[in-house]
């Protein structure tokens, strides 16, 4: 069974242009969740979608938004990058919330 | 919102000795999850608790869930250089809430 799939695997930007990242949850896994994960600060959480909708959002701006396609498969935009925004973007699916299965992540740089 | 705290932030220890971190929670929680991530990788769901007082057991390592459901705890006996990493605890208090993560704790290992 595949698991959790990310793209890209690292992604360079420069302050002020948008990121995209992409997510492919486990087959049969209609809940994907974001999560933040940058140096010294734990992992914070993004966003969580399920069947297509978005059931509840992190404390970030909403330059941070995404969305869920029918195959459920998840995109992440991040818009006007800041410095700060440099992390590790981890994607999860889970079936009922339970035990999360996590992907590789996206290293996104902003220089 | 909803804050999970976790303690120590490093523990540092000999091969061979116990290692404890233990993660408290503002609010009472509808289950608590535990995460292992190994340097440079990802989160790895270890074992969800919901039960007021369960114990949990996976070989070296002891899982508790406190009494109010605030708090939980994980041992590990005997720690070997395959424990280093990161551990996590997660809680959720339910409905339309997402898993907040603690901060994790590092555990380094001397050998």
């Known amino acids: 069974e595949a698991g959790v799939t990310q793209s890209p695997t690292h992604l360079i930007k420069t302050r002020g242009q948008q990121a995209t990242l992409r997510c492919s949850p486990i087959?049969?896994?209609?809940?994907v969740y974001w999560y933040q994960q940058a140096l010294g600060l734990g992992l914070q959480f993004l966003l969580w979608?399920?069947?297509?909708?978005?059931?509840n959002r992190g404390n970030f701006p909403p330059r941070f938004s995404g969305r869920q396609f029918p195959n459920y498969s998840s995109e992440l935009n991040v818009n006007a990058l800041e410095l700060e925004d440099s992390a590790l973007y981890l994607c999860?699916?889970?079936?009922?919330?339970?035990?999360?299965?996590f992907g590789s992540g996206t290293r996104l740089t902003v220089v | 919102g909803q804050q999970v705290m976790q303690i120590p932030q490093y523990q540092h220890v000999q091969e061979g000795e116990d290692f404890t971190t233990y993660c408290n929670s503002s609010?009472?929680?509808?289950?608590i999850q535990w995460y292992k991530q190994r340097p440079g990788g990802h989160p790895v769901f270890l074992i969800q608790?919901?039960?007021?007082?369960e114990v949990k057991k996976q070989k070296r390592l002891t899982f508790q869930f406190g009494e109010a459901k605030k708090n939980s705890s994980l041992h590990i006996t005997a720690t070997q250089t395959t424990d280093v990493g990161t551990y996590f605890c997660?809680?959720?208090?339910?409905?339309?809430?997402?898993?907040?993560f603690g901060k994790g704790t590092h555990l380094i290992i001397q050998p």
């Open positions: 609010t009472t929680l509808s289950n």
């Open positions: 087959s049969g896994h209609t809940s």
């Open positions: 997660a809680g959720t208090g339910g409905g339309a809430d997402g898993l907040t």
């Open positions: 999860a699916s889970s079936i009922d919330r339970v035990g999360y299965t």
């Open positions: 608790l919901v039960k007021s007082g």
């Open positions: 979608y399920d069947e297509g909708e978005e059931r």
